[in-house]
């Protein structure tokens, strides 16, 4: 029997914030107060990693980056290393966000090669999967989702598997303000269980945490968790303001 999955409420702060602004917004969540059984993190921008780390340091929100190059070191300007995360007190670090897939053009060899570093550095990798508008209209969700899931966990064995997070965000639901249905995200979280069960084994598909994203907020926290395969929020826009953001933590208090 599987252990029950830990909710994990994310937030990304994208590219927003200065230190100061970071300080303060972070110290709002860590005094804001939670639920026993909820796991908290904050993603601020690498500007402020090390301000916020001081801020989390000796509480139970984790820190974590937004995004990091799979080398330790070496000629890649403006790039943030996995050993540099680690230095900052880093636990966690995002990979293949839709806005790296899409604006940046990270391919699925790419984020893998992240995957693989950020194992081998300690750091848990959220992994991001979701499809455009045009590939939902196209009926092309499972066969998208399927390729994202293989192509970034290509490698791995259920053991290194076992470390790793999922991020369902569908693009045409972040920062539009227009969520997936608690039925539409709980259709594809199921789908992404079944998929981790054939490529690694059902025990571990059922232990790994798949997080919603996309347009999350403190209104449909709670409906959106109570999804059976829904095990956490990453959370965008709502997560930079601290009031809306502990909403969201606090997401058992807001149910029916």
């Not at 990091?68 to 943030?80: C, L, N, P, Q, R």
């Not at 897939?101 to 693989?116: G, L, M, P, S």
């Not at 192509?151 to 569908?170: K, N, Q, W």
């Not at 930079?240 to 208090?253: P, V, Y």
């Amino acid at each position: 029997m599987s252990e029950p999955r830990v909710p994990l409420i994310a937030g990304n702060w994208k590219m927003n914030k200065t230190i100061g602004e970071a300080k303060d917004l972070a110290r709002e969540v860590v005094g804001g107060g939670r639920p026993s059984g909820v796991q908290v993190m904050l993603a601020p921008p690498f500007t402020a990693l090390s301000a916020v780390a001081e801020v989390v340091n000796n509480t139970d929100v984790v820190l974590a980056a937004q995004n990091m190059h799979w080398e330790d070191s070496g000629a890649f300007t403006g790039e943030i290393s996995p050993v540099m995360l680690t230095d900052l007190g880093a636990k966690m670090v995002i990979v293949g966000h839709s806005e790296r897939r899409h604006v940046f053009h990270e391919t699925d060899e790419a984020i893998n090669h992240k995957v693989q570093s950020a194992l081998n550095h300690g750091l848990t990798p959220i992994l991001c999967i979701g499809e455009t508008l045009e590939e939902r209209k196209a009926d092309k969700v499972f066969g998208v989702i399927a390729a994202q899931l293989e192509g970034g966990l290509s490698g791995l064995d259920a053991e290194r598997m076992a470390r790793v997070i999922i991020a369902y965000e569908p693009v045409w639901a972040i920062g539009t303000g227009v969520n997936a249905t608690p039925e539409q995200a709980q259709t594809v979280h199921q789908l992404i269980r079944e998929q981790l069960s054939e490529l690694f084994n059902k025990g571990l598909a059922m232990n790994t945490r798949i997080l919603y994203g996309g347009s999350a907020k403190a209104a449909n926290a709670a409906e959106l968790m109570a999804q059976p395969d829904v095990d956490g929020l990453l959370v965008g826009g709502a997560a930079l303001n601290a009031q809306e953001f502990l909403g969201i933590i606090n997401f058992e208090h807001r149910g029916s």
